[in-house]
């Protein structure tokens, strides 16, 4: 998809971040969560996406040497156009410039379009936390990316 910008995220964003957010998930964040994200999370880290409007959204959370992708999104109309893929490599070159170790997520085992593309960029799959989700208690299956030659 063309005349894509990504960029941080701010408060003003919210709004916009958090319909994605409703579209995407069955159960989503509010958006007084996203405005906490922005005002009180000094270790969120989030982007989003957008042509005129939000188009998608991710996030990150910088927790000692590890980075934990909370959240990416990406409206319905918009899918499929690789900007969840930049959406990503962003949040790996940020992670990347806090020098973090490794990152990790947690994906629900029925997505198969996300745990392709985790696989893709090189995201390696860890196991599986049982009946993670709470709205059908689906497992959410666990991805590691090392971002230098520890072993996680």
Known sequence: MSNVLIRKMTVADAPGVHAVERESFATPW???AFVAEMTQNPNAYYLVAETEEIIGFAGLWHIADEGHITNVAVKRGARGNGIGEALLIA???Q???L???AMTLEVRVSNTPARTLYEKLGFL???TRKRYYQDNNEDAAIYWLEL?????
Request: no cysteine; net charge negative.
């Open 148 to 152: 230098e030659g520890d072993e996680l």
């Open 125 to 127: 799959y860890a196991g």
């Open 99 to 101: 020098d973090l170790r």
């Open 91 to 93: 949040l790996i070159g």
């Open 30 to 32: 509010t958006l007084e």
């Open 95 to 97: 992670a990347q410039q």
